[in-house]
């Protein structure tokens, strides 16, 4: 894992666009300039990890911020999804 971590490190600084998809969030938190959050097929969120932790109010780890944003994306009890 650390190979790959670096060589994508690597090719990211030379300008390189990496796109990766991972349920490792910490991973993504080490990794991403910008993550994206899907959920239900859907694109909920989208940013730096700093700003994706200061749109739910939370500082700690992306997994938090990944709880509170599919949460709120929840339909409520006895709500048709759409």
């Known amino acids: ?12 600084a030379a300008g390189t666009t990496i796109f ?7 991973i993504a938190e080490e990794l991403a300039e910008r993550i994206g959050i899907v959920f239900r097929g859907a694109l909920i ?3 730096t990890a700093r700003e994706l ?3 739910v109010g939370h500082d700690g780890n992306l997994e ?3 709880l509170k944003l599919t949460e ?3 339909p409520a009890y006895g ?3 759409s």
């Open 45 to 47: 969120a989208l940013g």
């Open 20 to 26: 990766m998809s991972t349920h490792t969030l910490a």
């Open 1 to 12: 894992i650390r190979i790959v971590k670096d060589l994508l490190k690597e090719r990211s």
């Open 79 to 81: 709500e048709v999804a």
């Open 53 to 55: 932790k200061a749109r």
């Open 64 to 66: 938090e911020v990944f």
């Open 72 to 74: 709120e994306a929840q």
